[in-house]
Nanobody, 126 residues
Framework: QVQLVESGGGLVQAGGSLRLSCAAS????????IGWFRQAPGTEREFVAVVTWSGARTSYVDSVKGRFTISRDSAKNTVYLQMNSLKPEDTAVYYCAAGWATNWGALQSPDEYDYWGQGTQVTVSS
C-alpha cells in the first residue's frame, strides 16, 4: 500500500510560480515511480511529469518542458513539482500517483498507476 497526499496548490497570476508537494508513505516506495497528472473541468486526466523514486529518470509532457521541474527528496519521502511561468491553461486539479517503475515506457497513461492522492487545485489567472 502507498498513501499519497498533495499540497501546495492555490491561485497565482500568469507568469507566477507554485511548488506542489506529494508526501508519500509505504514500505515499497523504491519500486515506484511518482507521476503528476492534471485534470481541468470537462477534460480527461492529462500526464504532466514522472520521476523514479531514485530520481534517476524523469519525463515531461511537451507543454510543460522548460517550465516545470519534478524532483524528489527521499529523506522526506516527498516528490515536488516546481511550476514556473504559469499560464491560464495550466489551471486544473493536480494529482500525484504511484506506478511501478518497471513500466517506465507506459507511465504517461493514468491506467499504469495504482495509487492516487486526493488532488490539489491550481488556478492561474490572466
Amino acid at each position: 500500500q502507498v498513501q499519497l497526499v498533495e499540497s501546495g496548490g492555490g491561485l497565482v497570476q500568469a507568469g507566477g510560480s507554485l511548488r506542489l508537494s506529494c508526501a508519500a508513505s509505504g514500505r515499497t516506495l523504491s519500486r515506484y515511480a511518482i507521476g503528476w497528472f492534471r485534470q481541468a473541468p470537462g477534460t480527461e486526466r492529462e500526464f504532466v511529469a514522472v520521476v523514479t523514486w531514485s530520481g534517476a529518470r524523469t519525463s515531461y509532457v511537451d507543454s510543460v518542458k522548460g517550465r516545470f521541474t519534478i524532483s524528489r527528496d527521499s529523506a522526506k519521502n516527498t516528490v515536488y513539482l516546481q511550476m514556473n511561468s504559469l499560464k491560464p491553461e495550466d489551471t486544473a486539479v493536480y494529482y500525484c500517483a504511484a506506478g511501478w517503475a518497471t513500466n517506465w515506457g507506459a507511465l504517461q497513461s493514468p491506467d499504469e498507476y495504482d495509487y492516487w492522492g486526493q488532488g490539489t487545485q491550481v488556478t492561474v489567472s490572466s
